[in-house]
């Protein structure tokens, strides 16, 4: 079912009693509250003013500015061909259309400031955004949130879509505070780019992951002539190591070096400390190596934020992190969670969290449908996507769960035959003896050769889950997510494997 044909199907339902009458005229109340001014809420925002075109919102976020994309900031905003592009926030998209990171829609948005907020007698309808503010307490029982200067509003439904806070390493104490950074916001980006600025800077990226990956080939790309030199640190055998199988995995790394970075895989910081008068910081692996850096950027995951969840007594999801919600993004009656730290249960895959763009946007849209009208009962079942660019080679996008423990199943363009995944990454092994009988000509880890710049040109990754597909990897394959999207969830079949994989076009080149 596509995500418009839900719409039509559910576009008969009547507002939520949020918006009506009985307390509309009540001083600092507001029937629709969006805790944090992020892409769920923007997406929440959006979706509650089309069912319901007279709702007043307020959004309240701690950042200084509102909605943003935060994709760009480890990507497209690092290819920039000038720097006023980047000043004003911009960026070329890849089909190189200019466009600004701060998300903009059909609604008008007022900015509001606290002195503002004391004049407003009554919500009245639109949409008001809070900037610079943090929400220090929920109260469910009472309907009513506190902000951290004490003033206290009352809520008909609210969302709590707080995003998370990066994780850091201990470890990095030892460099001083202003020589490592975390890298979320924008404000984090500013602080970066504007060391990467200056000539000969080494900075070091600890993390393998989405973004210690994407940061590190950006950065690499931005300082290429001014002698910036990266190097990244993770403990994996490759870049993507928790999400791709372990050959793909090791085949990023080759391209993410050929972009100049020095990678260190298999490495963990043991040990840090500040060199030349404080200026650099010097870091030892486990195995004694030591490099120095002008500056370190830590992106070793992130948690869920349920810093006000917690202290308001929402049920937490202590396995994957964040809140407990249902299918329909419900946490308690009159709260909705979406994006980066809502814990929901998937009809088709279980109970998931998932930190994505396109998960926020979904969600958002899920959970404000159903802020604006009591009788829908909306299920979040619209599988999101994510997607990366890693230099000019790598492109994917993907739908489900990519897990690298998980046994899978590649289809690649190079070689006309189903190749098998990576077996020692496999801890099923039922899963990967499915994936053998698939196998016309097994690949490997080993066999691949990662001078070989065609191997990976162009191909598809199945990974399976008690034999069934649980998540579906593109890469460099575009526009291909709403055939992904109907075969998530089936079981994997090897005799079919090759209608199954048809639509992606995989051997037409
Ligand atoms: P956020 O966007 O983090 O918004 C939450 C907001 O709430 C924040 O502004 C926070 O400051 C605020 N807040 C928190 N607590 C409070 C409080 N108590 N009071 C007031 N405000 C509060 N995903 C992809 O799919 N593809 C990509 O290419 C991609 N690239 C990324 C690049 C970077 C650099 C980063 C950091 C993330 C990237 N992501 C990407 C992930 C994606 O951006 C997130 O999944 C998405 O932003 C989540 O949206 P959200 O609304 O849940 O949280
Ligand atoms: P991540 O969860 O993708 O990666 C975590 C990484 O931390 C691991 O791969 C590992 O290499 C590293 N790590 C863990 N412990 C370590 C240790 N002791 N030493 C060195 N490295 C260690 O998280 P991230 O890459 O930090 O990304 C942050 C958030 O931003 C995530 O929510 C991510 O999904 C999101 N993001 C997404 C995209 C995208 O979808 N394209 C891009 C950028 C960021």
Redesign the pocket.
């Known amino acids: 079912v596509t995500q418009e044909a839900e719409e039509v199907e559910e576009a008969e339902t009547a507002p939520a009693a949020a918006s009506t009458a009985s307390a509309k005229h009540e001083k600092d109340f507001y029937p629709y509250i969006l805790i944090g001014a992020g892409t769920a809420s923007f997406a929440a925002m959006e979706a509650i003013r089309e069912k319901d075109s007279s709702a007043a919102i307020l959004i309240i976020g701690n950042e200084d500015i509102g909605p943003y994309m935060r994709?760009p900031l480890?990507k497209e905003m690092w290819f920039n061909k000038s720097e006023e592009t980047t000043e004003n926030l911009s960026f070329k998209d890849w089909q190189g259309k200019e466009r600004n990171i701060v998300l903009q829609g059909k609604e008008k948005i007022d900015a509001l400031n606290q002195e503002d907020l004391e004049k407003i007698e009554s919500a009245e309808s639109g949409v008001k955004l809070l900037t610079g503010v943090t929400v220090s307490d929920l109260n469910v029982a009472e309907q009513s949130i506190t902000l951290n200067n004490g003033k206290v509003l009352k809520y008909g439904k609210v969302l709590l879509a707080t995003g998370?806070v990066?994780k850091t390493?201990l470890v990095l104490k030892g460099a001083g505070a202003d020589k490592v950074s975390t890298f979320r916001s924008v404000e984090d980006f500013k602080h970066l780019h504007s060391l990467v600025k200056s000539s000969d800077k080494k900075i070091v990226v600890?993390?393998?992951?989405?973004?210690?990956s994407?940061l590190a080939v950006a950065i690499s790309h931005y300082g290429k002539d001014k002698n910036v030199k990266v190097t990244q640190?993770?403990?994996?055998d490759g870049n993507m190591?928790?999400v791709f199988p372990r050959y793909l995995s090791k085949w990023t790394t080759s391209q993410v070096e050929q972009e100049g970075v020095v990678v260190k895989a298999n490495s963990?910081?043991a040990s840090t400390k500040t060199v030349n008068e404080g200026k650099q910081v010097e870091l030892t692996l486990e195995n004694g190596e030591k490099v120095v850096a002008d500056h370190v950027v830590v992106?070793?995951?992130?948690e869920a934020n349920v810093e006000l969840a917690k202290k308001a007594g929402l049920e937490l999801d202590e396995i994957r992190g964040g809140v407990a919600v249902n299918a329909e993004l419900q946490a308690r009656h009159n709260v909705y969670c979406a994006g980066?730290m809502t814990s929901f249960h998937d009809v088709t895959l279980g109970r998931r969290r998932v930190?994505?763009?396109d998960n926020a946007i979904l969600g958002g849209r899920v959970a404000g449908q159903n802020m604006a009208s009591d009788k829908l009962h909306k299920t979040y079942k619209h599988q999101s996507m994510?997607?990366?660019d890693l230099g000019p080679h790598i492109g994917y996008e993907a739908v489900g769960i990519l897990d690298s423990k998980l046994s899978t199943v590649s289809i690649w363009t190079k070689k006309p035959t189903v190749a098998e995944g990576d077996k020692e990454a496999t801890d099923a092994p039922s899963d990967a003896a499915t994936a053998e009988r698939a196998t016309a000509t097994p690949l490997p880890a080993e066999a691949v050769k990662v001078e070989d710049k065609e191997k990976y040109n162009k191909g598809l990754v199945l990974y399976l889950k008690d034999k069934k597909i649980v998540g579906l990897l593109m890469w460099n394959n575009f526009g291909k997510v709403e055939d992904a999207r109907k075969i998530l969830g089936q079981v994997y079949d090897t005799e079919k494997v090759e209608a199954l994989v048809k639509p992606f076009g995989i051997h037409e080149e």
Do not use: K, N, Q, T
């Not at 600890?206 to 210690?212: A, M």
């Not at 992106?299 to 992130?302: E, F, M």
């Open positions: 994709p480890s998370g990066p390493l600890v993390g393998g992951g989405f973004l210690g994407e640190i993770f403990p994996e190591g928790l963990r910081v992106a070793v995951g992130i980066d930190e994505h763009y994510f997607w990366s």
